[in-house]
């Protein structure tokens, strides 16, 4: 089935020549927005927890973690290679030289053929790029960046402790290096539906990122959070949207946005223990399938709206 948009799986099978799964790691990082170099407490949406399977601890060693990862991903792929995903916190948070120690050892395990490491904008130093720029010479390698929204007003609110001008530099610079990028955003964070033609200057923004590859989430309101506290105390700050709705608006982005950027996914999965509202009960190959026939009922296409800016 040919898909309406341009998927992750192909494209990374494009890049690598062989089937991988992503390994999550929790290599015990923190962030700068939670020790006080550049903020506390956080992004206000921000619970860890969220991100990592049962294996993910940092009790156990890298080594240990994708041993078990493999474990639990061989009985059902035999023959399958695997990427090391850094991606609790701020994944390049450290000195040089712990960087390259955790990375390296993350690589030297057997079947691991690259690494995706996830951080925030405002973490990439030059060194640190130049290393990144001669391992990927080496192996697979993308670094993933947590954008979530490209408005600084709501980048403000939602106390992410940068600007949409720190992401644009970041970006570019991983992009001249000559490294693959990712990004991240978040639809439906609090105050978004207030703003005039929010969505469409995000797929413009997002557009004009020399991005490979985009995940879009929808918005999730995790218990113990500043953002759940926010909600019950001023819910008018949010629109929740129902999956039929969320689904839409996810069209009408992809059709804002440039053809040739590779879409990872669209939802994510947080434990249903943790929201604070209840989830839409879909998995993600669910909502996949739903995104794919509500594109077929619309007859309608990835950059079918992008126009170049």
């Not at 506390?40 to 080594?63: A, L």
């Not at 951080?119 to 993933?144: I, K, S």
């Not at 991983?174 to 439906?188: K, N, Q, V, Y």
Request: with cysteine.
């Amino acid at each position: 089935m040919n898909r309406c948009y341009r998927e992750y799986g192909p494209w990374l099978l494009s890049k690598i020549g062989m089937k991988t799964q992503k390994i999550s790691i929790n290599a015990g990082f923190t962030c700068p927005n939670r020790d006080g170099s550049v903020g506390v407490g956080g992004c206000t949406y921000c619970n860890n927890q969220t991100f990592n399977p049962s294996y993910c601890e940092t009790t156990k060693s890298i080594t240990q973690q994708l041993v078990e990862g493999k474990t639990f991903f061989a009985r059902k792929y035999p023959t399958m290679k695997y990427l090391a995903y850094f991606q609790a916190y701020t994944n390049t948070y450290a000195s040089l030289d712990d960087l390259k120690r955790k990375y390296e050892e993350a690589l030297s395990v057997e079947d691991v053929v690259g690494i995706v490491i996830g951080t925030r904008p405002d973490c990439m130093p030059e060194p640190l790029l130049d290393y990144l720029a001669n391992l990927n010479h080496q192996c697979f390698l993308t670094v993933e960046y947590g954008i979530e929204s490209t408005n600084d007003t709501i980048l403000q609110h939602i106390n992410r402790g940068h600007d949409f001008a720190c992401t644009q530099q970041a970006v570019k610079a991983t992009h001249e290096r000559g490294i693959l990028t990712g990004g991240h955003i978040i639809l439906g964070l609090p105050l978004t539906h207030t703003i005039p033609n929010y969505l469409q200057q995000e797929a413009k923004n997002i557009s004009n990122l020399p991005l490979d590859t985009l995940k879009i989430h929808q918005l999730q309101l995790i218990k113990g959070t500043k953002m759940a506290e926010e909600y019950a105390n001023h819910p008018e700050h949010f629109h929740l949207y129902q999956s039929f709705e969320y689904i839409d608006e996810v069209i009408d982005f992809l059709e804002l946005i440039r053809p040739e950027l590779v879409v990872e996914r669209f939802v994510s999965q947080s434990p249903s223990s943790l929201l604070a509202i209840p989830g839409w009960g879909l998995k993600n190959y669910e909502f996949v399938e739903k995104v794919n026939k509500r594109l077929e009922e619309r007859d309608t296409y990835q950059g079918r709206l992008y126009h170049i800016t």
